[in-house]
């Protein structure tokens, strides 16, 4: 069972625009976790963000935490080519501390 | 620092073959799992392990076995393969009080 719904799926833009990736879930999580992860690597570690309602900015990645603790979102400002990969969130809850992934948004970025 | 160490990195296995997938952390992390990543599931989370000497079934355990050596090493076993198990395999461990999850580079592995 998915907990976390990303929305899209697949995301093609050109260079320079912007984008939004969306996470969401009926499920309270603790802390919630954006990873990129490029072909033939693991996942990598973007951000963290545990507060509803925090705003935390990575150069020109963005990511929001809802104020509920149930859904994030990533918005990239003027796309480049290096930032081309699949990103994932994924969900903490309690004291669990293991992370449940959503599906993740393959997003290609065009020169 | 070399981090999460998975071996091998390529497989082809025989449906019915048997096979351990093998992870070592040097970062003295407690925390370890093993996820697998199919095209269009994002990581399913097969088997975790919060200790040395503990290890506790994830979301989809069947047909897999699992060992926590010590506290470096998590190791997975395909006992009998099936094609169905055909995936890229990730293993990862997370340090005590962090949520931070530190990836291997994965295992891809194919049964025919």
């Known amino acids: 069972t998915q907990l976390l719904e990303q929305s899209p799926q697949f995301l093609s833009i050109q260079e320079g625009e912007n984008l939004t990736v969306y996470c969401n879930s009926s499920?309270?999580?603790?802390?919630l976790q954006w990873y990129r992860q490029e072909p033939g690597e693991g996942p990598v570690l973007l951000v963290t963000?545990?507060?509803?309602?925090e705003v935390k900015k990575l150069k020109r990645l963005t990511f929001q935490f809802g104020d509920a603790r149930k859904d994030s979102s990533l918005h990239i400002t003027a796309a480049q080519p290096g930032d081309t990969g699949l990103y994932l969130c994924?969900?903490?809850?309690?004291?669990?501390?293991?992370?449940?992934f959503g599906r993740g948004t393959s997003l290609i970025v065009h020169p | 620092n070399a981090g999460v160490t998975q071996t091998p990195k390529f497989q082809v296995l025989k449906t019915g073959q048997s096979m351990t997938l093998q992870c070592a952390q040097d970062?003295?992390?407690?925390?370890m799992y093993w996820y697998r990543q199919d095209p269009g599931m994002g990581l399913r989370l097969i088997y975790y392990?919060?200790?040395?000497?503990?290890?506790d079934k994830g979301e989809v355990p069947n047909g897999y076995n699992v060992s926590r050596l010590n506290k470096r090493e998590f190791s997975l076993r395909l006992e009998s393969a099936a094609p169905s198990q055909t995936s890229v395999y990730f293993c990862?461990?997370?340090?005590?009080?962090?949520?931070?999850?530190?990836f291997g580079q994965g295992t891809r592995l194919t049964v025919v």
């Open positions: 970062m003295n992390h407690n925390s």
């Open positions: 994924a969900g903490v809850s309690g004291g669990s501390y293991i992370p449940t």
């Open positions: 499920s309270v999580f603790s802390s």
């Open positions: 963000v545990v507060t509803g309602g």
């Open positions: 990862a461990s997370r340090p005590s009080g962090g949520t931070e999850a530190f």
């Open positions: 392990s919060a200790s040395e000497g503990t290890t």
